[in-house]
């Protein structure tokens, strides 16, 4: 017994890792997931998005003055400006036409076929993944400033940036190891706290400003003298303004987590319009909510911190607003400050980690480019916390170092989304729309490729998470080649009827596999005299044809419906599916569950290199077709006797 007790452990964990895996679609529990069991009013939604959204303001100040220095909330307008005319359209038209949550990376997948589509999401998961993952450990770094940097922390915690944002990661995969609910209620309360805090610092160091105006007399006459007029001021204000760009961060999240919105009761799956109109309201809410607070944050934190206070390891880095809070509210309320900045932005982390949780298996698993284990959470919240704890470690937990990354991420979804939209309102020819959505399309463009250039940490790291991805789904591809990739198999009534028909009447069921070419008379006469000499039928034995239908190859799961057709005298069921060898393997194996007894197929040899045919079978599902449904059959059914039976010739 002892010797089995390391087994029995090992299988025990395996069961508890693999334990929540979804649906074959990928659906997950959580605050993004696809189906929930409770709906919320959109503005308690809004504080679910907030949590990633608001939490900003705990380093986004910083960011901005060090970026623009005293330009800062001319630049900060700026940012405004694109949110409100550029970035909230094009997310409210998202969210008409993908209202499921899955985003504008759906939308495209939509609009680019085949392979094509295929690749192009996999690059986008790539950012998406940059984008998730540094906000993990952006939002843990910025949590460990604040706790570090606040007055009653003990003085041992300084110079322990890394050990502690890695504590904060594992406490964060902690939670998801345990399970992680839904938990929009602790959103709302976090999300209400911080802004009413940050509102009473905003509003107390107005007050300061009002009551001293020389500084903003100061601070103009400093911006003059270094830029000059206001012209060059917007024009500088263009060019730094990428830099700010973590200031949008929020919209992809706001569209993720539509179906948590609570829809009108005319809603109808294909149609949610009451739901439609919440996320709408949620968006345009969130971003005039954030848009006031950035601009008033800007605009006091560079007229009453000293420059020198944001650089790195001054008292104002990645935490100007906690440094207004203690500087003129004390320290008490600055710590009370501190705990809520640390609680919302933590809690970004965990909404970002449940956004990975949603995203992954939703493509990659259906895709058949990632493993099976891929569908469960905890493996995945493992290997999601060890890609964190080398990000950490890389970035030494700086906010400014992680900035670029983030912000390349942000931009390149919301570029995609743009296009996506700009796609869309050109294919339903919408003029008008099709050149606003361009405008904005080519503002985005051109942001991301300056932030790019400037700051190509984000990029790298992109650039490695679609190299993995890549490798990944590559070996993962052909690692699943002979899997079984229906979803479901349905026989419509006339199917049902051919193979019962012989089950009942002949007590046996013969399929001859037919490519489709000449649907005439002749072709079908001549495959069933062929393969009754060369494969041995017995004359009079009955025959039914088995068709495949070509569709989108890159597509790993189906669903597969076999409808039964009578052509020039032959029974025939056809199935459209992009693999053949997989399909017919899965239709056997229905009409044996279906029947009671096991089917006999005949195929005819494929001519040409076996290679050239493997690598055919890969990327378009055909090639060598009589073998690999024989090895799919063999791996899916692995008792011989109840496998069905393969005739080659």
Same mark, same amino acid.
């Given at each position: ?42 503005? %308690? ?45 094009? =997310? ?77 990661? !594992? ?57 000059? $007029? ?6 500088? *204000? ?102 809520? !900045? ?19 298996? %939703? ?6 480019? &990632? ?14 916390? *060890? ?12 906010? +400014? ?5 983030? *912000? ?8 995609? &989304? ?27 463009? =051109?942001?991301?490729?300056? $932030? ?39 026989? +419509?009534?006339? &199917?049902? +009827? ?6 009942? +009447? ?76 997989? !399909? ?28 050239? $045919? ?14 690999? !449904? ?12 109840? %496998? ?6």
């Amino acid at each position: 017994m002892l010797v089995n007790k390391p087994r029995e452990s090992a299988t025990n964990l395996k069961s508890w890792l693999l334990q929540d895996s979804g649906d074959r679609q990928g659906n997950r529990v959580g605050p993004h997931a696809a189906k929930v069991e409770r709906t919320h009013s959109w503005w %308690r939604v809004m504080c679910l998005t907030g949590v990633d959204y608001f939490s900003t303001l705990g380093y986004q100040p910083a960011i901005a003055a060090l970026a623009a220095g005293l330009l800062s909330p001319i630049a900060t307008i700026v940012l405004v400006i694109l949110t409100l005319l550029g970035a909230l359209p094009v =997310y409210r038209r998202v969210a008409e036409e993908s209202f499921r949550g899955s985003g504008s990376i759906q939308m495209l997948e939509k609009l680019l076929p085949w392979w094509s589509g295929k690749i192009f999401v996999l690059v986008l998961l790539g950012f998406a993944a940059t984008d998730f993952m540094i906000t993990i450990t952006l939002s843990a770094a910025d949590a460990t400033a604040h706790a570090i940097e606040n007055p009653f922390a003990p003085s041992w915690l300084h110079g322990q940036e890394v050990l502690v944002t890695l504590f904060l990661v !594992t406490l964060l995969g902690i939670v998801f190891l345990r399970g992680f609910k839904e938990a929009i209620g602790i959103a709302v309360v976090l999300v209400a706290v911080y802004l009413f805090l940050n509102l009473i610092v905003i509003v107390v160091s107005i007050g300061h400003v009002a009551s001293n105006a020389a500084l903003i007399t100061d601070w103009w006459a400093a911006l003059t003298m270094q830029h000059g $007029n206001p012209l060059v001021m917007v024009g500088i *204000a263009l060019l730094v303004f990428p830099k700010l760009a973590l200031g949008l961060s929020g919209f992809e999240t706001g569209v993720a987590v539509m179906p948590q919105v609570k829809g009108g009761a005319s809603d109808t799956v294909d149609n949610p319009a009451g739901r439609i109109r919440g996320t709408k309201r949620l968006l345009t809410t969130a971003a005039l909510i954030m848009s006031g607070f950035l601009i008033t944050s800007s605009i006091v934190t560079t007229l009453l911190i000293p420059q020198e206070a944001f650089q790195p390891g001054g008292p104002a880095n990645g935490r100007a607003l906690a440094y207004l809070a203690h500087e003129y509210l004390g320290n008490a309320f600055g710590s009370v400050y501190d705990i809520s !900045t640390i609680c919302i932005l933590w809690f970004a982390g965990a909404s970002a980690m449940a956004g990975l949780l949603n995203l992954v298996p %939703r493509y990659l698993p259906r895709y058949g480019m &990632a493993p099976q284990w891929a569908r469960a959470v905890r493996p995945l919240v493992l290997v999601f916390v *060890a890609i964190a704890f080398v990000i950490t470690i890389a970035f030494q937990a700086s906010v +400014d170092a992680q900035g670029g990354a983030y *912000a390349t991420g942000v931009l390149v979804l919301m570029t995609s &989304a743009s296009v996506a939209v700009t796609l869309s309102a050109r294919r339903k020819q919408q003029r008008w729309p099709t050149l606003g959505f361009a405008a904005i399309a080519v503002i985005l463009v =051109y942001t991301t490729i300056v $932030n790019i250039v400037e700051r190509p940490d984000g990029v790298r790291i992109a650039g490695l998470f679609i190299v993995g991805i890549m490798v990944i789904s590559l070996v993962s591809r052909v690692r699943r080649s002979f899997e079984l990739r229906a979803t479901s198999v349905i026989l +419509d009534p006339s &199917a049902l +009827d051919f193979v019962t028909g012989d089950a009942e +009447d002949y007590d046996v069921i013969r399929i001859i596999s037919h490519e489709p070419d000449e649907d005439t008379e002749v072709e079908y006469r001549n495959k069933s005299r062929d393969e009754r000499r060369f494969g041995n039928i017995p004359p009079g034995s009955p025959i039914i044809f088995l068709e495949v239908l070509p569709s989108d190859s890159s597509d790993f799961e189906e669903d597969l419906i076999v409808r039964g057709v009578a052509k020039h005298g032959y029974r025939v069921l056809q199935v459209t599916s992009g693999n053949v060898p997989n !399909t017919i393997a899965a239709v056997l194996l229905e009409i044996r569950d279906q029947t009671g007894l096991i089917p006999e197929i005949y195929f005819e040899w494929t001519q040409g290199n076996p290679l050239a $045919n493997m690598f055919k079978f890969l990327f378009t599902g055909l090639g060598e077709i009589a073998p690999v !449904t024989r090895e799919v059959l063999r791996e899916s059914e692995p008792n011989a006797k109840r %496998r069905p039976h393969v005739h080659v010739s």
